[in-house]
């Protein structure tokens, strides 16, 4: 069956994304309603667009305008408050909260109350009732999905592990476009290089909160509420590249990363398609070594075949090139390689012999250089 979907936001930031993914497949979303601010001509394209069965706009003003922008569509529309109440209760699997703002808070706790699962881009709901807000969901049974990119990757690198197995948690940030000034130039910044930053696209308040990092100390608040983890084990790591989104570090000392590249369809398309994966084809670059930054990374020698290179992975191949690393793994040390028997010269087929290694003495080819400028020797044969 279809996935019914309600989209609150729908001409924001989050809300044109979302859109891009619900139109791309149409068999599997279905959209029940769409819901904006005072733009009346392009809440009815988003409408008409994704086929939406009702369209809300809070500006009671654009009422008029917003049915006639939809007319002859077959599509309900309504404006004002209550219109949007009534987007955020219809019947639906979903309901996207990408309402920015305070506006945000009573149609999503409308979802919540109405029993919706919720997709969570909206910081207010959890920032200013976050205690209320969570407890409402959990009496209502509503699983509440975390929509942005550092929360996002959190709850996937935290999968179904407990809470209070998590030693900590930390959330990355870009540092903004201004990580590498000084406070007296921060201090005499311009509107235009607030909202240049480095890595996304968003909307002009979030992107002027991740300039000055407030938006940080708001995701942490959120990351509290949210995984219901206490304040002192949360954390914050600058990470300009923003490859790595979020860090889980279990009680075990085992580490999960949630990686992706910095656009907001990642996260989008897994909320949209929880518990499955979407097949999005997202733009820009794959998520590679290049991309991520990791020093000293390269492309594997692909020219030359790996086991199972070619198809036949757990094969003939395998089995043969198996045999072959066996016989040919000991080259170079004396007397070859352990428990194998001599295929050639004197000696052919005995079981090869070692001699202890004497003190200070090295395999024949073995070479020493620093690994990238750690210092730490790696062996070369």
Wanted: aromatic residues 4%; glycine residues 14%.
């Amino acid at each position: 069956m279809p996935t019914r979907i309600t989209l609150l936001g729908a001409t924001g930031s989050i809300g044109r994304t979302t859109s891009d993914l619900l139109a791309a497949d149409p068999e599997r979303f279905h959209v029940e309603a769409v819901a904006g601010g005072r733009d009346a001509t392009a809440l009815a394209a988003v409408a008409r667009r994704l086929r939406a069965r009702f369209a809300a706009l809070a500006d009671p003003a654009g009422a008029q305008a917003l049915a006639d922008a939809l007319a002859g569509s077959g599509i309900e529309s309504g404006a004002g408050e209550g219109a949007v109440l009534e987007a955020a209760q219809r019947d639906a699997d979903l309901v996207v909260a990408g309402i920015a703002g305070t506006a945000g808070l009573r149609p999503t706790d409308a979802a919540v109350r109405a029993g919706r699962t919720v997709a969570l881009a909206n910081k207010e709901c959890l920032v200013c009732a976050g205690a209320a807000f969570m407890a409402g969901a959990r009496r209502a049974g509503v699983r509440i999905m975390p929509m942005d990119s550092e929360h996002n990757a959190v709850f996937q690198a935290l999968g179904r592990h407990r809470v209070d197995e998590v030693e900590r948690m930390i959330l990355t940030a870009s540092g903004g476009p201004f990580r590498t000034w000084s406070a007296e130039r921060i201090a005499t910044a311009r509107r235009e290089e607030a909202l240049a930053h480095p890595n996304y696209a968003m909307g002009t308040k979030v992107t002027v909160d991740s300039a000055s990092m407030m938006n940080k100390g708001l995701e942490l608040i959120e990351a509290h509420h949210l995984f219901g983890i206490p304040a002192d084990r949360l954390g914050v790591l600058v990470h300009p590249q923003q490859i790595v989104h979020g860090l889980v570090t279990f009680a075990d000392g085992a580490m999960v990363a949630g990686m992706g590249m910095p656009d907001m369809i990642v996260p989008i398309a897994h909320c949209l398609g929880y518990p499955d994966r979407l097949e999005t084809r997202a733009p820009g670059r794959p998520c590679d070594h290049r991309s991520a930054g990791f020093r000293g990374a390269r492309p594997g020698p692909l020219s030359r075949p790996w086991p199972g290179h070619g198809g036949d992975a757990g094969g003939r191949l395998d089995a043969d090139g198996s045999q072959r690393r066996q016989r040919g793994g000991g080259r170079g040390l004396p007397g070859g390689a352990p428990g194998l028997r001599r295929d050639s010269g004197p000696g052919r087929g005995r079981p090869v012999r070692h001699r202890p290694r004497r003190a200070g003495e090295r395999p024949a080819g073995y070479r020493c250089r620093p690994r990238h400028g750690l210092g730490s020797p790696v062996a070369r044969p």
